[in-house]
Nanobody, 128 residues
Framework: QAQLVESGGGLVSIGDSLRLSCTAPGPTVNSFSFDAWVMAWFRQAPGKEREFVGVIDRRPGRTIYADSLKDRVSISRVNSENTVSLQMNNLKLEDTAVYYC????????????????WGQGTQVTVSA
């Protein structure tokens, strides 16, 4: 009954690239079409607060990223597949975290408190 499901995490090396996916079980989420939801990525390292990574609008192509990550990450979505992806390049040790996707009815929010639909998270571990 998960509303969103993340996948693609794992153990990677510094400098690697990784693509995470977030998929809704079907074409609707909480009775609304997937394409009606603004989709965001957050991450949380042990002992740290949940951190904004980036967000993509219902309108394809409009994105906002955390300043510290915008040179290394990219978010895209394929509404016909009920999927949003997070591409990460040149991974660093500090990228180690559990990565979550989340959905919001409005554009745009960077606080996790503004999102009411979440996936279970996928672990990304970057090793030297």
């Amino acid at each position: 009954q998960a509303q969103l499901v993340e996948s693609g995490g794992g153990l990677v090396s510094i400098g690697d690239s990784l693509r995470l996916s977030c998929t809704a079980p079907g074409p609707t989420v909480n009775s609304f079409s997937f394409d009606a939801w603004v989709m965001a990525w957050f991450r949380q390292a042990p002992g740290k607060e949940r951190e904004f990574v980036g967000v993509i609008d219902r309108r394809p192509g409009r994105t906002i990223y955390a300043d510290s990550l915008k040179d290394r990450v990219s978010i895209s979505r394929v509404n016909s597949e009920n999927t949003v992806s997070l591409q990460m390049n040149n991974l660093k040790l500090e990228d180690t975290a559990v990565y979550y996707c989340a959905a919001s009815p409005a554009w745009y929010y960077t606080s996790p408190k503004e999102y009411n639909i979440w996936g279970q998270g996928t672990q990304v571990t970057v090793s030297a």
